[in-house]
């Protein structure tokens, strides 16, 4: 089963025109994928909108889209009641945190009480992690460190970064996990950190996503086959992983 | 349709990676429909005395074996200063359709007065276009090479790479000077030839894998994924390069 473990569904000032669920499923079945991962686009800072739309999704096709849900912690107690109803009563999987977008230092007090709230309801969030000084890879680290019960998807250009200046930390820090998006095909093709992540630090932590329609499925999988990943380190990549941890 | 690689290198056997004779990188291109490719010497090719002679004797050497189907960029490496500016003039006069700069590579300031400026002002004399690396935070960051755009209106000047993740500021100076184009090796994603497109205009963007050190199946992939008219596609994969070769050499 291949699972895409970050895409979007919405409206959003970074595209031409909205993204539906049936364009998703659309993508989907073009390239083999048989599920998602799904949570709503940027700019915020309202996402009652765009999780409910994401939660309509994941009602009308069960089996194939699986909702994150996307908090402002801004919102404070308020923000932090909807999440647990999202969680408890309305299926989503994981918490999904945007320091650079909605404007705050991962190492806030506001992010404190989400950590505690995934940590309550055994959920993974997912970090925007970025060069910006609101969510360096050293922040995701730092959140990794300081909170072992919770299990963090660091996102976005963090797994080249990860393996260049915290190999020890990428390997030991056993609830810290990394999506692929967006691989970078290097020489002939090949994603060196791709490959140096799967073969030296851990393959059961490593997250297939293609941020569609941010990004394209078509050229992160064609990268992945450039690549020559072994079958057993793509049977988890692809999907074994991101299905044992959010318990799907 | 015209299908040309504006980015790619090609070094001798043992001094650059395969395909290394004209034959197999023909057989290569018409197995994929290419046309031609802009290339130069790679930086495996540089002799221990630090200089690309006998690399640009060699590609020069191809380009007049086909002609139509290689352009060859001479690499220079600037810190020779004098003696770099004769082997420009001089390559220039041969045949070269420009120079390759690698200022990451050879350590040297894009804009630098001292080392780079004299040897477009050569390129200025001749004809040709400049192909600068770029995608670091110092040495070749795309403002360094708008510098250069702007001290020099009449030389087509690439900026490699998209500049990777400073792609925005590439987009930019290829926006603000009629004679910067970027070419899309290596670029971060499909997302950054749309807003090229979005910024610059189309005709400022140009096709590139950086074979055989990149995928000319990936790259070429990133512009067919692209949000683009099929007309738009046609420039960016060669329409685009194509002019302004053909326009260096009217000017020749």
């Known amino acids: ?248 | 349709m015209v299908y040309i690689d504006a980015h790619t290198h090609f070094g001798m056997k043992g001094r650059g990676m395969p395909p290394n004779t004209p034959e197999e990188r023909i057989a290569y291109m018409d197995r994929i429909g290419m046309d031609a490719m802009v290339t130069s010497p790679p930086y495996a090719s540089i002799s221990p005395d630090r200089t690309y002679d006998e690399a640009n004797a060699f590609i020069l050497n191809v380009q007049r074996k086909y002609p139509g189907r290689f352009y060859a960029l001479a690499r220079i490496n600037p810190h020779f200063r004098r003696r770099a500016v004769e082997k420009a003039e001089k390559a220039l006069r041969n045949g070269f359709w420009g120079i390759k700069f690698h200022p990451r590579n050879e350590a040297f300031p894009a804009n630098s007065r001292e080392l780079v400026f004299p040897i477009v002002e050569k390129v200025k004399e001749y004809g040709g276009l400049i192909l600068f690396h770029s995608g670091e935070a110092d040495f070749s960051h795309p403002t360094l090479i708008g510098d250069v755009a702007e001290n020099f209106p009449e030389v087509p000047i690439i900026i490699g790479h998209l500049g990777k993740i400073y792609y925005m500021d590439a987009i930019l100076i290829a926006k603000w000077f009629d004679n910067v184009y970027v070419d899309t090796s290596f670029c971060v994603g499909v997302h950054a030839i749309e807003k090229a497109v979005e910024y610059a205009g189309v005709e400022k963007v140009l096709y590139a894998s950086d074979y055989p050190q990149g995928s000319v199946e990936l790259d070429t992939m990133k512009v067919k994924l692209a949000d683009l008219s099929r007309r738009d596609k046609a420039l960016i994969l060669g329409g685009n390069v194509k002019r302004i070769l053909d326009e260096i050499e009217k000017e020749r």
């Open chain 1, 1 to 248: 089963m291949i699972i895409d473990a970050h895409t979007y569904i919405g409206e959003s000032i970074y595209w031409r025109r909205k993204f539906t669920v049936e364009d998703l499923i659309e993508r989907m079945d073009k390239n083999g994928i048989d599920a998602a991962m799904v949570v709503a686009p940027p700019p915020g800072p309202y996402y009652d909108d765009g999780n409910k739309m994401v939660f309509e999704a994941a009602e009308k096709y069960p089996d194939r889209i699986y909702g994150i849900y996307r908090l402002n912690p801004w919102f404070r107690e308020e923000e932090l009641e909807k999440a647990e109803k999202a969680v408890l009563n309305w299926g989503f999987k994981a918490f999904h945190l945007d320091p650079q977008n909605e404007s705050y230092s991962i190492s806030s007090s506001i992010v404190k009480p989400v950590i505690d709230l995934a940590e309550k309801l055994d959920v993974p969030i997912y970090i925007r992690s970025s060069q910006s000084q609101f969510c360096p890879p050293e922040g995701i680290v730092f959140l990794a460190y300081s909170n072992p019960n919770v299990k963090i998807i660091t996102g976005r250009s963090t797994l080249a970064t990860m393996l260049s200046a915290f190999p020890p930390i990428s390997k030991h820090l056993r609830n810290l996990y990394f999506e692929t998006y967006p691989l970078r095909g290097g020489h002939n093709g090949v994603d060196r950190s791709l490959k140096l992540f799967l073969e030296t630090i851990d393959p059961s932590r490593l997250l297939f996503s293609s941020h569609t329609p941010f990004g394209h499925l078509e050229l992160e999988l064609k990268i992945i086959e450039l690549t020559g990943v072994t079958e057993d380190y793509r049977r988890l990549m692809m999907g074994e992983n991101v299905r044992r941890l959010l318990k799907l």
